[in-house]
């Protein structure tokens, strides 16, 4: 699953919850698009910012880099 797809899954699935509050508060239809609209979106855009952080604070290219390394080194290891 790709990071977008991850995101939206995440957002619709959070999203189901906070629409039943919305509408347990007497939200209206109309509201309740909108709002749904908006916060599934900062909800992808937000995970989007979670993940490069991640990539930046773990150096992840560094780190799949060097597995890769491992992985060849393996390969290529004599008592394989």
Same mark, same amino acid.
């Given at each position: 699953?790709?990071? &977008?797809? @991850? ?10 919850? &906070?629409?039943?509050? $919305?509408?347990?508060? !007497?939200?209206? /239809?109309? @509201?309740?698009?909108?709002? !749904? ?8 855009? !937000?995970?989007?910012? !979670?993940? /490069? ?9 560094? &780190? ?7 992985? $060849? ?8």
């Amino acid at each position: 699953m790709t990071e &977008i797809e @991850t995101a939206t899954t995440l957002a619709d699935d959070h999203w189901s919850y &906070i629409n039943k509050l $919305l509408e347990a508060h !007497g939200a209206s /239809e109309k @509201t309740r698009q909108a709002v !749904g609209f908006h916060y599934r979106s900062a909800f992808v855009h !937000g995970f989007k910012h !979670g993940c /490069e952080y991640m990539q930046d604070i773990f150096d992840l290219d560094l &780190i799949l880099e060097e597995f890769a390394e491992r992985e $060849l080194a393996y390969e290529n290891h004599p008592a394989k």
